[in-house]
């Protein structure tokens, strides 16, 4: 993944991320309400060596001191030391878990140590530290002495006497507040990535070329108007979904140009991802250009182009396939569009053996005759056969990939049951592109060409809303 990949990943999952924060950093908050309070007193011992007579002497006391105080620091939580304090001050311990509260440490090249107390009471605390210190000295002064008539060498003195200490050291709401801040991200930010390498549904184009190595045709965006003004092309002529559908008029004539397929079968991997608004939007669009079209009800199990364009059909291509009726008669005009429609008349109990039939390959034959495109709009692939079998009879098959609908794994899937029979796959189209979010690919007709963000987007429909742009 290169830092763009995590940038999308950070704008589609933002909820999560933020979500994981919010709880890491409530779970730090909780944890420092509930941790008992810990204070901590100091005092510090220096250590000094009878003086000598001449610099040689002083030198040599200096290095015997330093040697002596790494010692000292380690003495300090021996029962010799601890045993006296806990006397003196009444503690219900014992030495080691007295031990357990003080930490000592000797700053370098020096001789001083320094003593740490750390304990619930901010006051037994610093009483704890002022009596280890005053017995720490006391003790060097018994053990360094080395006869009851030669006084010690070693004097150690309090220089710093304990104070009560004024706050807590833990629980530290600040520190624990923003470790909280920093996993919860790093815990989001995984946990979206996690998300995003298991949702291997389709969301935009990207995704279609990571899923096929197939051309993509065109993109057409999302529309919440979709279901109740299905046919844009007429609806809205000057809109980015109608430009759409007319780039995908120019790039479905250049497909191909050795052998340019006069039939074409627009199926999809699942129900839902907008075949049927695909290929009466496009069979207007081509017929807005000049080009004969013939668009085919081919869907014999659940039909829904004739509703989408507001026709009866009684009778149509079942009807045809069984020598019911002739094909001139069952052909519709729509309106003055120009396309001619050839719905799906009766359902068959047997629609694949009817569409795989000989029969509907001199249909689609005797129609290619008379139209410069035919175009069949078929069920998904995965649930039943159909679309895969007519593909055995026609130029070509536009396979329709629905953002949000449909899966990668699907989506490969439709396209290999299709070449699996020797169809010809044209491309890809990748229908219900997100407008908003991180799947957003917006595109618009203006200034350089060049796909738009979802925010210049909807500065640039505003202006032209109050007539600054044309």
């Known amino acids: 993944m290169d830092l763009h990949d995590y940038y999308r990943v950070v704008r589609k999952r933002w909820r999560t991320i933020a979500a994981c924060t919010l709880l890491l950093v409530a779970l730090a908050a909780l944890m420092t309400l ?200 007429q609806s809205d002529p000057h809109g980015p979904r109608a430009e759409a559908f007319r780039s995908l008029r120019t790039n479905l004539q250049f497909v191909d140009v050795a052998n340019h397929p006069r039939s074409i079968v627009f199926t999809s991997s699942l129900p839902g991802e907008g075949k049927t608004t695909t290929t009466a939007n496009l069979a207007i669009s081509m017929a807005a250009a000049g080009a004969r079209v013939c668009v085919i009800e081919g869907d014999l199990r659940r039909p829904r182009l004739l509703q989408y364009m507001g026709m009866e059909g009684s009778v149509g291509l079942t009807n045809v396939l069984i020598g019911q009726a002739d094909l001139e008669d069952v052909i519709q005009p729509f309106g003055d569009t120009g396309v001619q429609v050839l719905g799906a008349g009766q359902i068959p109990p047997n629609p694949s053996e009817l569409l795989g039939s000989e029969t509907m390959a001199r249909v689609l034959r005797q129609l290619e005759q008379m139209f410069d495109y035919v175009i069949i709009d078929a069920p998904p692939v995965l649930p039943v056969t159909d679309a895969t079998v007519l593909s055995t009879i026609t130029g070509g098959v536009v396979v329709v990939a629905g953002c949000g609908v449909v899966a990668k794994e699907q989506l490969s899937r439709t396209i290999a049951s299709i070449k699996g029979v020797n169809g010809n796959v044209l491309g890809v189209v990748v229908n219900r592109i997100p407008t908003r979010g991180a799947n957003a690919e917006t595109y618009y007709y203006g200034e350089g060409y060049a796909p738009l963000s979802p925010d210049r987007s909807r500065r640039e429909r505003s202006r032209d809303r109050q007539g600054v742009r044309v």
């Not at 901590?40 to 009878?50: E, K, M, N």
């Not at 080395?146 to 706050?167: E, L, M, Q």
């Open 34 to 233: 509930s941790s008992p309070k810990t204070y901590q007193a100091r005092t510090q011992l220096f250590v000094s060596t009878s003086g000598g007579s001449d610099s040689t002497q002083l030198l040599q006391g200096n290095v015997f001191t330093q040697q002596r105080v790494k010692s000292y620091a380690d003495l300090i939580n021996t029962p010799t030391v601890l045993n006296p304090v806990i006397k003196q001050l009444g503690l219900d311990m014992s030495p080691d878990a007295l031990g357990g509260k003080i930490t000592s440490n000797v700053p370098l090249d020096t001789v001083l140590i320094d003593v740490l107390v750390t304990d619930r009471d901010p006051e037994r605390a610093a009483r704890i530290a002022d009596a280890v210190g005053k017995q720490f000295s006391t003790t060097v002064g018994e053990l360094e002495r080395v006869s009851d008539s030669a006084p010690s060498p070693v004097k150690v003195s309090v220089v710093r006497p304990a104070a009560v200490p004024g706050g807590p050291i833990s629980p530290n709401p600040t520190r624990n507040i923003g470790l909280g801040v920093v996993l919860g991200l790093l815990v989001g930010l995984g946990a979206a990535l996690l998300r995003d390498t298991f949702d291997t549904s389709v969301k935009s184009e990207r995704d279609v070329k990571d899923a096929t190595d197939e051309t993509v045709l065109g993109g057409i965006a999302f529309s919440n108007d979709g279901a109740k003004q299905p046919l844009i092309i």
